[in-house]
């Protein structure tokens, strides 16, 4: 039997501040269970609900529904890819991650893996981003599964479009970038400073990597990313804007969740929001393995497997 993967928490593993942990969930906003969620809101907001029961009779209505959810969903685990488009690289996986919901405690989890990590692939030692180059999402969650000890229940493919054209939605987002981010070969050309980023630059700025820090801060700057579009798109302003968003997501995204589980997804959303969401990297370092570097994840920090 495969056993759900464990992350040990330690002063090396990179763990996201508690205050980014309900902006992460922005990330299932925005780019991940984005069509289900912000349709969510969309009716939130802008619907007008039916002539209600007794508030009493209502709360304790919803709440069986939602337990019945939980219920049926158990733990239920997504792998979402951040598929790069761009200069013709149509098969690289830019971005992984797993996100894991606890349906039942109404808790969820982000694994980000960085794209450079060595594990097996059909036997071999490969950088895990190219399993989707061999075989697709389906070896992509077949080498997760071996390495990590973990069932994927369901994936979504990002395409980096999307990232661009929500940006530009909102109207950009403000970013103070630390140092130069000049890479041409990958559209990236940032001076330092504080700046208004329009979605091009804003990709660019959460794929830079080229830092001491390499595949991590280019972790955090996605995450930062997230945090600053979260905090537009649950403005006043970004709220009006969900049903554009909603059509981005549409053309960009590629999923096999089924609309129910979309749709029960989203209606337990607000309590996962409302519940500590952790958040953290694969633990491990990069290092250089016969000419090439990889970042090798510290094993001992991984049980479960």
């Given amino acids: 039997m495969i056993k759900r993967v464990s992350i040990i928490r330690s002063k090396r593993t990179s763990i996201i501040n508690k205050k980014y942990s309900k902006i992460i969930i922005a990330l299932v906003v925005v780019l991940i269970l984005g069509v289900g969620v912000t349709a969510w809101a969309y009716n939130y907001y802008f619907t007008l609900p ?47 991650i797993l996100a894991t ?27 895990i981003n190219s399993a989707y180059v061999y075989g697709g999402v389906d070896l992509t969650k077949e080498a997760l599964r071996d390495f990590l000890g973990i069932e994927i229940d369901r994936y979504l493919i990002v395409n980096f479009q999307s990232v661009i054209d929500v940006v530009d939605a909102i109207d950009g987002i403000e970013v103070d970038v630390p140092v130069r981010m000049y890479k041409p070969l990958e559209d990236i050309d940032l001076k330092p400073g504080e700046q208004k980023l329009d979605g091009r630059g804003a990709l660019a700025y959460s794929r830079f990597r080229d ?11 996605q995450h930062e990313v997230i945090k600053l579009v979260g905090e537009k798109v649950t403005s006043v302003q970004g709220i009006k804007k969900i049903p554009s968003l909603i059509d981005i997501l549409m053309k960009n995204v590629e999923t096999d969740i089924p609309k129910k589980e979309i749709g029960a997804l989203a209606k337990l959303f607000p309590d996962i929001m409302e519940n500590e969401i952790s958040s953290l990297v694969l633990p491990g370092e990069s290092k250089k393995v016969d000419g090439l570097w990889y970042y090798i994840p510290d094993e001992n920090k991984i049980s479960g497997k």
């Fill in 211 to 221: 830092t001491s820090e390499g595949d991590i801060g280019r972790v955090k700057r």
């Fill in 50 to 96: 039916p002539e209600p029961d007794p508030e009493k009779d209502l709360v304790n209505k919803e709440e069986i529904e939602k337990s019945e959810i939980a219920k049926e969903l158990g733990e239920y685990t997504i792998l979402v890819l951040g598929l790069d488009k761009t200069m013709g690289h149509t098969n690289r996986t830019d971005t992984i």
């Fill in 101 to 127: 919901i606890d349906a039942e405690n109404r808790k969820a989890k982000m694994l980000s893996i960085p794209r450079d990590t060595r594990v097996k692939v059909k036997g071999h030692y490969e950088k």
